[in-house]
């Protein structure tokens, strides 16, 4: 494939020797941002007929008055781990995303709806779905950041992983529920290994801001090669959709731990009995991804990011 092939695509392969070689990467540092950036917040903010919960992570510093944003989508097993704290993962990407100079606000769509994981439960069933009541939520987020004195309303993101990054293939969407004609808008998107079938079946389905997709190969639980489709349609569009691909990275590819599990009871449409996956960290991957997040919002600023890409 040509340089100007790929650039079209918009798809990346990395190289299996780059994944040997980033095998000697260091562990995961984003605990060691919480020093340096604010004391996170419990927040509370208006939702699509509920109110919403969250957690806010102010910037590291204050090197101006307003700050770019972002907000953070999390997946089916929710935002909170078994003992009601923020889950290991969206901590490292909040903790991130302030030292990197963001206002990022973790959103919970799964507590103000009575659930906790949904991951068990087979799709049509689920409580929050993610193009209907999670979009929503998306906006009702965005909303609320637009009206703070210390975000910058033209410089808000949003980020999903998994259930969260499906929702984000809905909150592109012209016609996204909670998206109103004369409202805020989102800069960009950031979706890790969402589900991406849906958008090809509808024939207007459309971005309305760029889309940075970040997705494993070896991804039992939520196929990536729908994903690689819907770039290659997306290649020549006004706002153009990027799909990365990590060889040899499973479902929660970027977790902070290195290690490999089997998920017996999580619904899966592709496994034999409807059920079971494989998710974990791939250290290579999660640093490379970690790397390209950070560029692609980079290129969206007028400022360098500051602090540390790990």
């Known amino acids: 494939m040509t340089e100007s092939t790929f650039c079209k695509l918009g798809i990346a392969m990395l190289l299996p020797l780059l994944l040997m070689l980033g095998s000697c990467a260091t562990p995961d540092r984003a605990a060691t941002f919480a020093s340096k950036a604010g004391a996170e917040q419990r927040i509370t903010l208006p939702g699509p007929g509920l109110t919403l919960s969250g957690v806010l992570f102010p910037p590291a510093g204050a090197r101006r008055a307003r700050h770019p944003a972002i907000v953070l989508l999390h997946g089916c097993s929710g935002m909170l781990d078994a003992r009601g704290r923020l889950s290991s993962n969206q901590r490292a990407w909040a903790e991130r995303f302030a030292q990197w100079g963001f206002v990022a ?13 949904i991951c068990p439960i087979p799709s049509a069933e689920r409580p929050a779905r993610p193009w209907e009541d999670r979009t929503a939520d998306a906006y009702a987020a965005l909303a609320w950041l637009v009206r703070r004195s210390d975000v910058d309303p033209q410089r808000i993101f949003v980020a999903g992983w998994s259930h969260g990054g499906s929702t984000v293939m809905g909150v592109v969407r012209p016609e996204a529920p909670g998206r109103l004609a004369d409202g805020p808008r989102f800069r960009a998107a950031i979706a890790f290994y ?20 970040l997705h494993g190969e070896a991804d ?9 489709d819907l770039a290659r349609h997306f290649a020549d569009t006004p706002f153009i959709v990027r799909t990365l691909l990590y060889p040899g990275a499973h479902h929660g590819f970027d977790a902070p731990s290195n290690r ?10 592709r ?14 991957s999660r640093a490379h991804a970690v790397q390209e997040t950070r560029a692609y919002l980079s290129g969206f600023l007028s400022i360098p990011l500051p602090g540390p890409a790990r």
């Open 105 to 117: 606000l973790t959103l919970d769509s799964f507590s103000p709806r009575g659930a906790g994981s």
């Open 194 to 213: 969402p589900g991406c079938p849906r958008p090809p079946a509808l024939n207007n389905y459309r971005p309305t801001m760029p889309l940075l997709i």
């Open 220 to 228: 039992d639980w939520v196929p990536a090669a729908p994903c690689v």
């Open 260 to 269: 490999l599990v089997f998920l017996p009871d999580v619904y899966n449409p």
């Open 271 to 284: 496994a034999p009995d409807g059920r079971g996956a494989h998710a974990g960290g791939h250290e290579p």
